[in-house]
């Protein structure tokens, strides 16, 4: 399996966004602080149901 190898990337892309359980909506979260007493809701759809957005392995093309 390959890994990113851009850590700028990839900071920028998983660093701090999650991802509602509902209609699947990506939000940025600067606080970790609102997030933990749930306060933060999807702009979408109104849910307070979200997780982390996972990290994807990609494999290189042979």
Same mark, same amino acid.
């Given at each position: 399996?390959?890994?990113?190898?851009?850590?700028?990337?990839?900071?920028?892309?998983?660093?701090?966004?999650?991802?509602?359980?509902?209609? #699947?909506?990506?939000?940025?979260?600067?606080?970790?602080?609102l997030l933990?007493?749930?306060?933060?809701?999807?702009?979408?759809?109104?849910? #307070?149901?979200?997780?982390?957005?996972?990290?994807?392995?990609?494999?290189?093309?042979?």
């Amino acid at each position: 399996m390959a890994e990113r190898s851009n850590p700028v990337a990839d900071s920028r892309l998983f660093t701090d966004v999650y991802v509602c359980r509902n209609c #699947k909506a990506k939000i940025r979260v600067s606080s970790q602080k609102l997030l933990r007493m749930n306060a933060v809701r999807c702009r979408r759809c109104g849910s #307070k149901a979200l997780r982390p957005k996972h990290r994807e392995i990609k494999k290189l093309k042979v």
